[in-house]
């Protein structure tokens, strides 16, 4: 008989349920308690038999300084550490597992979140039918780019002019993200976009900003001055950037600037030292999976794709 409920013990023994990869869950569990972000009455297990046969975690993330806050509007939760015994009873306990614990977390959502990673997490058409046999949706799905250093450089046009996020100043950039995701392709910049409302989504997208980013996010002008885009090229991993956003503004789409910008930021990762790029984009995304492979950034280098579920499932 299979039994659910909340797991009586510390992160490190929850962590060890699933052996291989233990560690690492452990050191993130106890980051997200520190920050408040998760709480050990979050935590599910299902035994059978006195045997674990699954786990799973819920969390919270905001990307204000409210984060975690029930007061803050772009909370979210999200579903983290589903563990089961893959290709044994995993499609019979996870559903169950995950049906058990939604009711216990609602008050985390609505939406409760769930990201499968294809580079990162195993089983990832498993995990994939367990979230929707559960009652989760598929939200979005996005696609890994890839551009690595072949030695050569970056050709770069002249129909724009770029300035730093120095240069320009934080309000001046934060104006200009707000424009250029106007009428985004993006599902899930588009559902933080109408939820946040244009001004808010500048600011709240200036909280990526990491520590030696500034210089390599840019603001993009035509010969006359007028602001036409700007691309965000950020650290990633050790020798990894990734294009953190990018946007041409509405007015200006359709001429292909959306390769100068990817060109730029291109040139801007060899200069910072990077020796490749990972980016991804909505699968909806087509003029930009398109301009993705004009600019030499390639699907299919590595396994990142990426399934957004959702619980309740979107519209």
Not at 185 to 207: K, P
């Amino acid at each position: 008989m299979l039994g659910i409920g909340v797991f009586d013990g510390d992160a490190s023994a929850f962590a060890a349920l699933q052996g291989e990869g233990a560690a690492a869950f452990e050191e993130q569990l106890s980051g997200l308690l520190a920050q408040g972000l998760a709480r050990p009455e979050w935590w599910f297990v299902a035994e059978q038999a006195g045997t674990p046969v699954g786990r799973v975690a819920f969390m919270t993330d905001s990307p204000t300084p409210d984060a975690g806050s029930a007061t803050d509007p772009l909370m979210e939760a999200f579903l983290i550490g589903l563990w089961l015994r893959w290709g044994t009873d995993d499609l019979e306990v996870g559903p169950r597992l995950l049906s058990a614990a939604l009711p216990s977390v609602a008050a985390l959502g609505p939406p409760i979140d769930a990201r499968v990673n294809a580079e990162s997490q195993s089983h990832p058409d498993r995990r994939r039918a367990v979230l929707e046999a559960a009652g989760f949706g598929l939200f979005q799905e996005k696609l890994g780019f890839v551009w690595q250093d072949e030695g050569s450089p970056v050709p770069l046009g002249d129909r724009l002019i770029f300035r730093s996020l120095p240069e320009v100043g934080e309000s001046a950039f934060a104006a200009a993200l707000s424009a250029g995701c106007a009428e985004t392709l993006d599902r899930n910049d588009r559902y933080f976009y109408d939820l946040t409302g244009a001004q808010r989504w500048g600011e709240v997208m200036m909280g990526f900003l990491g520590p030696d980013d500034a210089p390599t996010w840019r603001l993009a002008y035509d010969a006359d001055g007028r602001l036409v885009g700007y691309v965000m090229l950020s650290a990633f991993d050790d020798d990894v950037a990734t294009i953190t956003h990018i946007g041409v503004l509405p007015e200006h789409r359709g001429q292909g600037y959306i390769v100068d910008l990817l060109a730029r930021a291109t040139a801007d990762a060899l200069t910072r030292g990077f020796s490749s790029i990972l980016s991804d984009v909505d699968t909806e995304n087509l003029p930009m999976r398109a301009a993705m492979e004009r600019a030499g950034h390639l699907p299919g280098v590595r396994p990142w794709h990426v399934w957004h579920y959702r619980f309740p499932p979107p519209d």
